[in-house]
């Protein structure tokens, strides 16, 4: 079992976040075209840094997401798509990291009212949520139901 597989496994059973499900190509097609036209619009720098903010950590997770349904998996928890970054996209603390505080401060902004941004945490998500849709825009097809690409 690999490293990537035993994350998985240990992230999945009763009571736990992740769940096996079939890839879909649908499903993963459609997440990553709202991702990067969320992606696209959030470096837009004539945005204000809330909706530029909002725009990319909203595509970041949906490339994410993306990635994570690509493998077969399915997550009941937001942040578990981010925390499974270097299993499923090869990612490393330098972009989980930035994605995984984004996702604080994002809680905050949603639950708490209140959102805690500036310049270079926004900066910093674009580059992470950039990183991200480059490795899952090159992932293979997703096979179909009889096997072929």
């Not at 204000?48 to 490339?63: G, I, K």
């Not at 928890?77 to 499974?84: A, E, P, T």
């Not at 825009?137 to 009889?146: D, G, K, R, S, Y």
């Amino acid at each position: 079992m690999t490293t990537s597989d035993r994350a998985f496994v240990n992230l999945s059973g009763p009571g736990k976040p992740l769940r096996a499900e079939p890839p879909d190509a649908a499903e993963f097609a459609g997440l990553v075209k709202s991702a990067m036209a969320r992606l696209s619009d959030a470096d837009n720098a004539q945005l204000s840094l809330e909706s530029r903010f909002d725009l990319a950590y909203n595509a970041a997770h949906a490339l994410c997401l993306a990635a994570l349904r690509w493998h077969g998996w399915r997550s009941s928890n937001r942040y578990i798509v981010f925390q499974l970054l270097p299993s499923t996209l090869g990612l490393g603390p330098a972009v989980w990291r930035v994605l995984a505080k984004c996702h604080d401060i994002r809680n905050l902004g949603e639950y708490e009212g209140h959102l805690n941004i500036d310049a270079r945490i926004t900066s910093d998500l674009l580059r992470a949520c950039h990183a991200v849709a480059e490795k899952v825009q090159a992932l293979p097809p997703i096979a179909n139901p009889t096997g072929r690409r």
